[in-house]
Every structure is written in structure tokens, then in C-alpha cells.
């Protein structure tokens, strides 16, 4: 090329401005007509694929002006004339606009509920959905909510059926009780429950049990939404039988324990048991409520956990309704379960806020399915999540870990760091779980954590690049390395987590997150679908 001809293109270039390039970016109707837009509508909607064009061609004007994109970077004109310059140059900001387009679809179109990886060691983590629900579980529940069912409808007499039929046989069974039902969560159910039996009349309580839920919600609000009069015997430490006694009157109700099941007084303390409670219930004929909070089926004991009251113990010790959560031991899906004698049950079936409160097809389906796993409690330790993470020995998970952590080694060393960097940056250490969800809050659980630390990079700032993955990954951080807790990881988990660290750039200093590069959710997406 003659160096006329050269100084001409280098001329052309660099006179781009800002308003050239805009110039040269297509109209709406004309991206909307390409062949590729034309198969995301398909996928997308044509509503959805138009607002995302508008919204990129805005974008990719502001960033023009701004000068995040200059022409030089777009035209990619070197040993062209200046005549066809301007043709490549526009081709050029075609298809960088296709690009974004792509992109902002995904990013639009992409579920903000999604599966994470949970590392932190907190078997019920009330931010990450709290229990999981097994294979068997949701095979059940999905089949049930997919399509057409019997929710309200029996099959025998062919007439409209009611909506807890379906497992309130299966839970009596279980748990020993007359009569069972469910609502939303088990702060409706105690909601629902005080409505019934108590609103107009006072309820007795001791103040050691004066519980906040979570979430603000405290059992005294409740107890005021429900209608009920809150009667407050005792001290925060110490509650007598007779505390209870004296305090009968003309009004009251009931008398309500509430089992403390996400904290623990200790020292010179004095709590009035549920057998206690129950010979007050034959001497002045008012019934027993008992809030289970958690709510445990099997001994954990037996596991080597501490003792933590089960639905089958406070029916036997003579509460007459008892109420407890779906979603965290139970291990199933959010739900407040109610059971006692049958008297009291049907008087809460018909109270109208019932309804208001009531469970869907999926939840219901759900409840069958796990309960029906407790029938055999071997089992139900080794198909139920929440059951198989709490009692999981430790050996066995410092064994997960090592197989994680020499995977991750082996992913980082294919990433091509060099080996001389590598040292210190997987390793395996002790440390404790948590059962979480309000439950057993003195419970250290001996586990091991495979630890992650980066030379290039704050555990910090790794920590926020696995958050931004396609499936994200949480964990926790101590000094300066990020720990994947691995009671709480799942086995089939455990490719993608090698995957992640399989190119390398999640550990270097210029990796960039977001849209591009290993870590980002683009790239991740497609080995997603097959964990």
C-alpha cells in the first residue's frame, strides 16, 4: 500500500467522533428484521426482544458519547481504502449491537429466584430457602402441581373433597395425633389457632416464652392479631405450675408452652413441663397449646445431637394441639402443621381464616410425600436432606472435602497457574456447622471446609465473584480464605465447583466478572443444566 493511501486511512480513522458512530447505528424496525433477532422473538416474545432493542441502542449511545467505545475499536478498517471503510465500520456496529442485545436478553430473561450452592455449613439457612426437599419429595409435589389433581376432590364418592384429606391421614399416623391440618406457615398456624380457641378470652403464657420468631414476629402480636387476651405468668427465668393455677379465671382460654427452640436460658432457671401443664389441664378443663417452632419427628439423639422435643412426645405428654414448621427439621416445604384431638382440630378447620391461610396443591403434595417417608424413621434419615445433613458423620465429610479440594488443586493446575503459586491456595480444615432456622441453637456440628485463597485477590472480593456465577456460590469467609462448608454442599455439586475454578481467572486480579469471562454468568450457563 502506497503511503499516501495509508496516511489517508489513518487520516479517516482517527477524524471518527462520537456522532459518526451514531450515526452509523441501525433503527429499531431494522434490527427487529435481521434473521437472528427474529429467532429470539420466537424464544422471547416480540414485546420483550422490542423493549430490550430499544433499551440496547440507548445504552450503546450513551456509551458512545461517553467514549467507552471509540471508532478506531469498531471500524477495524487497517489495509482498507477509505471507500469501504465506512461500510466495514457500520457492518462492525451491527454486530457489536447484536451482541448486546444477546446479552441484555439473557440478563432480562433470567430468573432472580435460582439454585445456589450453599457452603456456609448452616444446615436451615432461613436467606437460602431453608430446607431442601428431596428427590422423592419433589417428584411427588411436581407431579401433583403439573397438571390436574385431586386436591379437593374424592375419588371414592365422586362429591368436593376437602384440600388436607390428602395427608392428614398419613401425619396422624406419624405423629400419634387424632386429627391433622396445614396452613401457609407455622406463624399462621398459631394465628389460626388462637382465633379458634381463644380470641375474646385470655391465654396463659409464661414470660420466659414471650418468643420473637424471626422477622420481627412476636408470639405476643400473634397472640393480639388472634384475638386473644396475653396472660403473663412467671419470670423470665422461672415459671411454677401454680404461676399458671393462680392466674385461671373466668376468661381464660387456654394455656399455651412455647418450646424456645432458637435460644436457651440457663443457670437458675425453672420451667413448668408439658406433664405439668397437662395435670392443670385435668383439674380446670382447659386445653393445652403447644408451639413446637421447628418441629422434629425422629430422636436426634440418637445421632449424637442434643434432644430436641419431638411432635410425637408433646402429643403423648398432654398437649391437645400442637403446631410446628413444614420447612425447617420436618424438612419440607413451608408449611404450619397442626395436630391434636380431634375436637379442637375441626373447630380450626372451620374458623374462616382457614382459607385465608390455607396450603396450595404443590405444598400439599409435598407434605404426603415427606410424611409418608416417616413412617420408616431409618429411612426417612437417609432420603430427607435436612435429616441426612444434620447426622452425616464428621469422617465422611473431611472425605467430601479432600475429594473437592483435590479436584479444585487439579482444576486450577490445568487453569495453568504456576505450580509455584499454588501453594496454600486449597486446603482442607475443621470447623462447625450450624443447624440453623431457630433450631438447636446450641449445637456446634463437628465438619470440614475445603478453605480457597487467591494471591491475587481478597477473599472478599472472591467471595462477590462466586456470588455472580450462573449458579451462585455462598460460602463463608475467615481471614483471608473463603470456606466451602461441605456438610452443606451436595455431592452432585461438586463438578460444577471444579468447573468454576477450571479456567483460573475466578483467582486472578484482572479477571472480570459480570457477563464475561469463567466466572460470569454467561459463560457458566451451559455446565449449569447438568449438575
Known amino acids: 500500500m502506497e503511503k499516501k493511501e495509508i496516511r489517508k486511512n489513518e487520516r479517516y480513522r482517527n477524524d471518527i467522533s462520537p456522532n459518526d458512530i451514531c450515526r452509523l447505528i441501525p433503527r429499531v424496525d431494522s434490527l427487529m428484521g435481521e434473521k437472528e433477532i427474529r429467532e429470539t422473538v420466537r424464544e422471547y416474545g416480540y414485546d420483550c426482544v422490542l423493549r430490550v432493542v430499544r433499551r440496547t441502542l440507548e445504552e450503546f449511545r450513551e456509551e458512545i458519547r461517553k467514549g467507552s467505545s471509540d471508532g478506531e475499536g469498531l471500524a477495524g478498517t487497517e489495509g482498507k481504502d477509505a471507500e469501504n471503510t465506512g461500510e466495514d465500520m457500520q457492518t462492525a456496529v451491527r454486530k457489536k449491537i447484536a451482541e448486546k442485545i444477546q446479552n441484555n436478553l439473557v440478563e432480562e430473561m433470567r430468573m432472580s429466584l435460582t439454585p445456589v450452592v450453599n457452603g456456609t455449613g448452616i444446615i436451615l439457612h432461613t436467606g437460602l430457602g431453608r430446607a ?3 428427590e422423592e419429595t419433589l417428584r411427588h409435589a411436581v407431579a401433583a402441581a403439573g397438571g390436574y389433581s385431586n386436591l379437593e376432590f374424592d375419588l371414592e364418592t365422586g362429591n368436593r373433597g376437602e384440600r388436607c384429606r390428602n395427608f392428614e391421614e398419613v401425619i396422624c399416623r406419624v405423629t400419634g395425633a387424632e386429627a391433622a391440618m396445614a396452613v401457609n406457615n407455622n406463624a399462621g398456624a398459631m394465628l389460626l389457632i ?3 380457641l381463644a380470641a375474646g378470652g385470655e391465654v396463659i403464657v409464661s414470660r420466659g416464652e414471650l418468643v420473637e420468631i424471626g422477622g420481627g414476629f412476636r408470639i405476643p402480636e400473634i397472640m393480639e392479631l388472634g384475638g386473644a387476651v396475653l396472660r403473663e405468668v412467671g419470670t423470665t427465668n422461672r415459671t411454677r405450675p401454680e404461676d399458671y393455677r393462680d392466674a385461671v379465671g373466668g376468661e381464660t382460654r387456654a394455656f399455651l408452652k412455647v418450646h424456645t427452640s432458637n435460644y436457651r436460658i440457663i443457670g437458675y432457671t425453672r420451667e413448668t413441663t408439658l406433664q405439668e401443664l397437662a395435670a392443670l389441664k385435668e383439674e380446670t378443663g382447659l386445653p393445652v397449646i403447644q408451639d413446637l417452632g421447628s418441629g422434629v419427628l425422629v430422636d436426634l439423639e440418637k445421632y449424637g445431637l442434643s434432644h430436641e422435643p419431638m411432635v410425637q412426645e408433646s402429643l403423648k405428654g398432654g398437649a391437645d394441639v400442637v403446631s410446628f414448621s413444614g420447612d425447617k427439621l420436618l424438612g419440607g416445604p413451608q408449611a404450619g ?3 391434636g384431638r380431634k375436637m379442637y382440630i375441626d373447630k380450626i378447620k372451620r374458623h374462616p381464616f382457614s382459607r385465608a391461610l390455607r396450603i396450595d396443591k404443590f405444598t400439599a403434595a409435598a407434605l404426603e410425600a415427606v410424611f409418608r417417608q416417616y413412617l420408616d424413621a431409618d429411612r426417612a434419615v437417609e432420603t430427607i436432606p435436612v435429616l441426612r445433613m444434620l447426622t452425616r458423620p464428621a469422617e465422611e465429610v473431611r472425605r467430601s472435602a479432600e475429594k473437592l479440594a483435590e479436584g479444585i488443586t487439579e482444576a486450577i493446575k490445568n487453569a495453568g497457574i504456576p505450580s509455584e503459586r499454588m501453594k496454600g491456595v ?5 470447623c462447625v456447622s450450624r443447624a440453623g432456622g431457630g433450631s438447636l441453637p446450641e ?26 456465577l450462573d449458579r451462585p456460590v455462598i460460602g463463608r469467609i475467615s481471614g483471608e480464605k473463603f470456606l466451602l462448608d461441605m456438610r452443606t454442599v451436595q455431592e452432585e455439586e461438586r ?3 471444579e468447573e468454576v475454578f477450571r479456567k483460573g481467572e475466578i483467582l486472578r486480579k484482572d479477571e472480570i466478572t459480570g457477563k464475561k469471562g469463567a466466572p460470569g454468568r454467561s459463560e457458566t450457563s451451559g455446565k449449569e443444566g447438568t449438575q
Open 194 to 196: 388462637l382465633s379458634s
Open 426 to 430: 486449597v486446603s482442607v480444615e475443621a
Open 337 to 339: 402443621i397442626i395436630v
Open 132 to 134: 431442601p426437599m428431596g
Open 495 to 497: 463438578a460444577y465447583l
Open 443 to 468: 449445637e456446634n456440628i463437628e465438619s470440614y471446609a475445603v478453605a480457597v485463597s487467591s494471591p491475587e485477590i481478597s477473599a472478599g472480593e472472591l467471595s462477590a465473584r462466586l456470588r455472580k
